[in-house]
């Protein structure tokens, strides 16, 4: 089979053997595969990957040479291995989260030796997490599943309650998908944050209440207007008084260094802080602000099955347009040329690949 495979840390569209179904597991066609700003990530430093990888409790893998990346998959069913149920047949198109089981040990689909990814023709599935796309829906559209799948476990871990002031830093595919669950799930007002104006406005289309160049004015000169009360001293003085005051989420998707610090400085008091974003580097955060600001800083990564199976049932419902996030596919031979684009925030926001 044809796949883009990583040599030297470069992606090498090369013939490579057809992956073989072992117990539980099922091959599958791959027919759309989101390019996820993880695998840029892991691509421009893998060494800081593996690294926070290893000291987070996974288990690296050097991804500079034999990995088939690609986690944000829509397959067909093609053969399946032995000791499976065969539940689905053959030419059922199927997605799942990017759970790889087996024989071989277990690992994410896509930074894993033994369960490549979509950026190739054929990939390994286990049945237990495999579901079936539900029929009408455009395969890249539910290749969308998994990156708003990670964007429903954020807001669900900021427990937002109505009235909840909602800030989204970064409008890639993960913030839209924030937006996105947000306002399915009724919350607002939602303030979305980017300096790209084509990321803006596609988070405009997903229902964001209020756009922001950040270019143009800081979105923390915001609170007051939006009801917030900023101050420490002002929330604690509307406690006394008996008045609830307005809580806030802050949602960090950018995942640069610097960003953590920032936001720590613009939060508003008792502001929750989600990092979503994944940053490589350390960032530089003051305790004794974050103490008398009563923040509440949580991280949030991947999604669980649950939750991707929620999330593609709002797609597949209607409740979630997540092919809004869509501005672009290619195949495997402008994979690298692809990649390069997403590094121009106004050019895209998600690139399909169809092997």
Known sequence: MRAAITRSGKLSVEEVPVPVPQAGQVLVRTLACGICGSDLHALDDPG???????????????IRDGIVLG????AEVVDYGPGTA?????GTQVCGPPIGFG???????????AFPGGFGEYMLLSEAFMLPVPGGLDPRTAALTEPFSVAARAV??????PGTVAMVLGLGPIGLGVVATLKARGHGPVVAVDFSARRRELAGRLGADILIDPAAESPYDRWTSLG???GMMDRMAAEY???KATETVIFECVGAPGMLAQVVAGAPAAARIMLVGVCLRSDSVEPGVVASKELDIRGSFGGSPAEYRQTLRDIAEGRIDAGVAITGTTGLDGLAEAITALG?????AKIIVEP
């Open 48 to 62: 800081a990957f593996a690294e926070v990888s290893r000291r987070s409790g996974g288990v690296p893998y050097d």
């Open 71 to 74: 986690h944000e998959f829509v």
């Open 86 to 90: 065969r539940m689905l047949p053959t």
């Open 103 to 113: 024989p071989q040990g277990s690992g994410i689909i896509g930074y894993t030796p």
């Open 156 to 161: 669900r871990r900021a427990e937002p309650t």
């Open 228 to 230: 917030v009360i900023p």
């Open 241 to 243: 008084r008996g008045v």
């Open 344 to 348: 121009v925030p106004d050019l895209h």
